[in-house]
């Protein structure tokens, strides 16, 4: 067995068994798991999609100095700014695209600290997309992020959910159900 097999086969054991585990009694879970995975929460209504990507804020700023010529321009000390640079960044990483290939019309809604977890990052994309057949891409975000990166997705459409474990080489994941 490869041992890019082996590492999927780990991530998927890691996360599944995470996701068993209770949480403590009124506690809200922060969804992060451990440095290098993220997040996304994807709520699909018609064509229109809403995904919240949540990261920790030190594999945010790890991304910001790998990519900091990006940045050098930038004033980060205005107020806001930092937030819209991240915003962004994580926009410009991640596309969504409709069953014809075309690119779903993208805007940041939200940016910033994570009202659940002071260690993360929340930042909210809106998709507008011409079918309600799109597919999600983060492999852009993951690569840029680190070659150990995941990210665990999931894909809201009414009542049906699903999960998916992301990484740099994963294909699109499509957002209909049975796919």
């Given amino acids: 067995m490869s041992r890019r097999r082996i590492e999927i086969l780990l991530a ?7 996701a068993e585990l209770p949480s403590a009694p009124g506690a809200e879970s922060t969804g992060f798991i451990q440095d290098n995975i993220s ?16 990261m920790m804020a030190t594999d945010v700023e ?8 990006e940045h050098e321009d930038v004033d980060l000390n205005q107020p806001g700014a930092l937030e819209r640079e991240i915003g962004k960044f994580v926009a410009g990483r991640v596309t969504m695209r409709d069953g014809g290939g075309a690119d779903c ?23 507008d997309c011409a079918s309600a057949d799109a597919s999600y ?4 975000l993951l690569a840029t992020q680190s070659s150990r990166a995941w990210q665990v997705v999931t894909i809201t459409r009414g009542e049906a959910k699903r999960q998916v ?9 499509p957002t209909a159900e049975g796919r």
């Avoid at 790890?62 to 900091?68: Q, S």
């Avoid at 019309?105 to 998709?127: C, Q, R, T, Y």
């Avoid at 891409?137 to 852009?140: F, L, R």
């Fill in 105 to 127: 019309v993208k805007k940041v809604e939200k940016a910033g600290e994570d009202p659940s977890n002071d260690e993360g990052v929340l930042v909210e994309l809106s998709f």
């Fill in 12 to 18: 998927t054991a890691l996360a599944a068994t995470l």
């Fill in 165 to 173: 474990m992301l990484n740099g080489d994963s294909p699109p994941v």
């Fill in 62 to 69: 790890e991304m910001f100095l790998k990519t900091r010529k």
């Fill in 137 to 140: 891409d983060a492999s852009k």
């Fill in 39 to 54: 997040t996304a929460k994807i709520v699909a209504n018609g064509a229109r999609y809403v995904v919240d990507i949540s």
